[in-house]
């Protein structure tokens, strides 16, 4: 069960990161992945500029020229699972080097997530809703900075797929890139702030 909950957890960690100061944007941002079409009109209004907040925010991720170079340094056997592998080293960077991108340390802000979530458990999906103690048991935000952190998450994508991903074996790619893909996050990372920005205007 720890690992079938698990595979959800991709990149969760940026898309809080960019989220304004608002609790329900933030709730928004963090639940669209478990949203279907446009079946969250029933949620409160800023939830949902979360949810387009997020939708946003990964087709320009999706389009981005420094994400396509990420994913030609991964082995080609991962196929269109290289997007997701990429996410998740992403959130790797942005954990490890969080103090370049947050005055608030990370263990405060995750916890301070994992509090908000908890307090309004009554407008989270199902899937949020089983992922949520999973989350907050294996601190999954804040163990993103470790390594064995990202290899978990790749094993439980592994199992989650039957081996047809080979996810697991994405950590080998990882030390062998990491400087380089380190360098990509950065840079990528700039240009998504950026963007991010101006996305939050027009909310």
Known sequence: MFFFVYIYAMNFLAHLYLSPNNPQIIIGNFIADHVKGNKFKHLPE???????LHRAIDTFTDTNAIVRTSKRRLHERYGHYGGVIIDIFYDHFLAKNWKNYSQIPLDIFTK????LLQKNTNILPEKTLELLPYMVQYNWLYNYQYKDGIRDVLNGMNRRTKGKSKMNLAIEDLNLYY?????DFQAFMLQLMDFTTTE???L
Do not use: A, P, S
């Open 112 to 115: 301070g997530v994992y509090q």
């Open 46 to 52: 800023n939830v949902q500029k979360g949810i387009h």
């Open 179 to 183: 400087t380089d893909l380190q360098k």
């Open 200 to 202: 939050i205007q027009k």
